[in-house]
């Protein structure tokens, strides 16, 4: 069965660095989401992407984000510049028809230091 | 906003018995879905219900839908202990927008 991939799986940085997360959705999927998780707290939505712009994103989505469909394939996220509060589990998700389930990866462990 | 929100908050049963989680949130929906984490894991989509729909199976898993209540309940029948993880529901206003997820309900399943 077709899956989201995300590299890598754990990111170790140091605050003040930029972090480029990377997706690769399913690959005939329209819709694509960043979500993220802080440790022991619910699934937060960051941003989501159709038709090469951003549909909707959340206050957390703020000027020290970007997301970008470089090609065909990939999805990426970019902190600009990493806080402590940004070290979380990031999950991109995707879906071929707006009323269908989103299909999430595995995450990326983002640890800012 | 509307959220997600489940009960009980965690849940312990011994393998064979029967596991039920409910959702309430706060205003209209598209669709909910459920879906599992196992812990440090990625979300795995369950099942998916829409605002027209009443009830829905797959396999072991059940799940009701009362909009007038804005409720939802998801029932897992003869656990096991693989099912052991955070069960999350999430609701989506309109098709295709941000899932709006609750804190969750971890299972815990005891052979």
């Known amino acids: 069965e077709p899956e989201v991939t995300q590299t890598p799986s754990h990111q170790v940085t140091q605050m003040g660095q930029e972090v480029i997360l990377r997706c690769v959705p399913i690959?005939?999927?329209?819709?694509f989401y960043w979500y993220r998780q802080i440790l022991g707290q619910k699934v937060e939505f960051l941003v989501s992407f159709y038709n090469n712009e951003i549909s909707e994103k959340s206050e957390i989505f703020d000027d020290q984000f970007s997301v970008e469909r470089p090609d065909g394939s990939n999805f990426t996220l970019k902190i600009r510049s990493t806080k402590l509060e940004d070290s979380a589990m990031y999950f991109c998700a995707s879906t071929g028809l707006s009323n269908q389930p989103q299909h999430f990866g595995d995450g990326t462990r983002l640890s800012i230091l | 906003s509307q959220q997600g929100e489940e009960d009980p908050q965690a849940l312990s049963i011994q393998e064979g018995e029967n596991a039920t989680m409910n959702c309430s949130y706060k205003?209209?929906?598209?669709?909910l879905q459920w879906y599992r984490q196992n812990s440090g894991r990625g979300l795995v989509h369950l099942i998916l219900i829409r605002s027209n729909e009443r009830e829905k199976h797959s396999g072991r898993l059940r799940v009701t839908l009362d909009t007038s209540k804005k409720s939802s309940s998801l029932l897992i029948t003869a656990s096991r202990a693989a099912d052991t993880a955070s069960y999350f529901c999430?609701?989506?206003?309109?098709?295709?927008?941000?899932?709006?997820f609750g804190k969750g309900t971890t299972l815990s399943v005891s052979s």
């Open positions: 690959s005939n999927h329209l819709y």
């Open positions: 205003t209209s929906i598209n669709n």
């Open positions: 999430a609701t989506a206003p309109q098709a295709g927008t941000a899932l709006i």
